[in-house]
């Protein structure tokens, strides 16, 4: 984890998953070591996060669930001043998106979702009033529950973003493929 600033959320990023459905789908190994132009996913997803500048945490230990994962993430980051959840499965994510998400959770919602073209993605935001809730996460559904309950007091942020690295998820060799066919344009290679 990189030192915290003030005021500043700490990015979670999400690598204690098994990759089951990328491995059902035909992948061989962890969805996260799989190479993307080159370089692992995950290094790809880390290196974003590095270059937002922000505090990050990167939670690995195998928890059995994506709840278990960011509840022992929160509590190990427990004085921070929110946090955005990032699954490490997301190596198109801009820094910049994580900056805009970070940003726009210093406001007076507790929650931060960024949209690309209408879908909802990831990272989600949360203030640090949302610590109890998500340090007491278990199972496989994440803070889905979390982000309901906040929904419903009307205190959620839908944060348009021109970045589909938002929802470029890899879940299978297929959207690995696709994944690092829009790296590539990206990048104008």
Not at 138 to 163: H, K, N, P, Q, Y
Request: overall charge negative; glycine content about 12%; hydrophobic content about 50%.
């Amino acid at each position: 984890m990189t030192t915290q600033k003030a005021n500043s959320p700490v990015v979670i990023v999400l690598a204690s998953g098994r990759g089951e459905r990328f491995i059902a789908a035909g992948g061989t190994g962890s969805k996260l070591t799989a190479l993307l132009a080159g370089r692992p996913v995950l290094e790809r997803t880390l290196d974003a996060v590095r270059a937002s500048g922000l505090p990050w945490h990167m939670e690995d230990a195998g928890h059995p669930g994506m709840g278990d994962s960011i509840a022992a993430a929160v509590r190990a980051t427990s004085g921070a001043a929110g946090w955005l959840i990032l699954p490490g499965d997301l190596p198109l994510v801009q820094p910049r998106t994580l900056q805009a998400v970070a940003a726009a959770l210093n406001g007076a919602v507790n929650a931060v979702q960024p949209q690309y073209l209408g879908e909802r993605g990831h990272p989600v935001g949360f203030a640090a009033v949302c610590g109890a809730q998500l340090a007491a996460l278990e199972g496989t559904a994440g803070a889905a529950s979390v982000l309901r309950a906040m929904r419903a007091i009307d205190s959620v942020v839908d944060l348009a973003v021109d970045d589909v690295g938002v929802v470029t998820d890899i879940d299978t060799p297929e959207a690995l493929a696709r994944a690092e066919a829009l790296w590539l344009a990206r990048e104008g290679a």
